[in-house]
Nanobody, 123 residues
Framework: LLLVESGGGSVQPGGSLRLSCAASGITLDDYSIGWFRQAPGKEREGISCISSKGTWTNYLYSDRFTISVDNAKNTVYLQMYRLKLEDTAVYYC???????????????????WGQGTQVTVSS
C-alpha cells in the first residue's frame, strides 16, 4: 500500500490549491480516506474524510475546503480555497480499511499514511 500526496506549494493569502492523494495497492472504495495537517509546534488536525458511506469535514474549514474522490484514478483530492496564513502546514492523507469510520468516527485511528506535502501561505 502506498499513498503519495502532491499539489502542495507556496501561495498568497486568498489563493487556492488542490492537493492529491494517489493510492496504490488498495481500492479506495473499500477504505476511509482522511486529510490531516500539522503545523510546526501544533498538534495534528483532522480536516476531512471520504468513503463510500459519505464525507465529513471539520466545521472550521467546511466553507473553504472540499474533499472528493476519483475512483477511476484511485485518487482523493482536497480542494482548498481562500487560503489563510494559518493554513500553512504539512498536509497528509491517510487510510483505514473501514469505510464506516469516516462517518462514524472521522478522527479515529488511520492505519496508513502518506509522506505529506507542504503548503505555505505567505504574502
Amino acid at each position: 500500500l502506498l499513498l503519495v500526496e502532491s499539489g502542495g506549494g507556496s501561495v498568497q493569502p486568498g489563493g487556492s490549491l488542490r492537493l492529491s492523494c494517489a493510492a496504490s495497492g488498495i481500492t479506495l472504495d473499500d477504505y476511509s480516506i482522511g486529510w490531516f495537517r500539522q503545523a510546526p509546534g501544533k498538534e495534528r488536525e483532522g480536516i476531512s474524510c471520504i468513503s463510500s458511506k459519505g464525507t465529513w469535514t471539520n466545521y472550521l474549514y467546511s466553507d473553504r475546503f472540499t474533499i472528493s474522490v476519483d475512483n477511476a484514478k484511485n485518487t482523493v483530492y482536497l480542494q482548498m480555497y481562500r487560503l489563510k496564513l494559518e493554513d500553512t502546514a504539512v498536509y497528509y492523507c491517510a487510510v483505514t480499511p473501514y469505510p464506516n469510520m469516516c462517518t462514524a468516527r472521522p478522527l479515529g485511528q488511520y492505519d496508513y499514511w502518506g509522506q505529506g506535502t507542504q503548503v505555505t501561505v505567505s504574502s
